[in-house]
């Protein structure tokens, strides 16, 4: 689903970002141009951050060995 509509960022690119250590607003903002420009996304970005923070987190009590095992770009 689209979240920035100005940058054609979606959750799953968030989630991503996430993933590779992204975790504050302007790290996304940064690196995907979300709430970069009109910055109406920013509370639903915020939000999908925080559930993807919250799940990488839950993720990583319950499988250590997969922590740190997604592909992130260089
Ligand atoms: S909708 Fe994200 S900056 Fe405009």
């Known amino acids: 689903m689209y979240i920035c509509l100005c940058n054609a960022v979606t959750d799953r ?3 991503r970002a996430v993933e590779c250590g992204i975790t504050s607003m302007r ?3 940064d690196e995907l ?3 970069g420009d009109c910055a109406k ?3 639903h970005a915020r ?4 559930e993807a923070l919250a799940e990488s987190s839950q993720e990583s009590v319950l499988s250590p ?9 260089a």
Do not use: K
Not at 47 to 50: E, L, P
Not at 66 to 72: D, I, S
């Open 41 to 43: 996304c920013a509370r």
């Open 13 to 15: 690119d968030i989630r």
């Open 65 to 73: 060995a997969m922590a740190g095992m997604t592909a992130c770009p």
């Open 47 to 50: 939000d999908v951050r925080d």
């Open 33 to 35: 141009g979300c709430a």
């Open 27 to 29: 790290g996304l903002r």
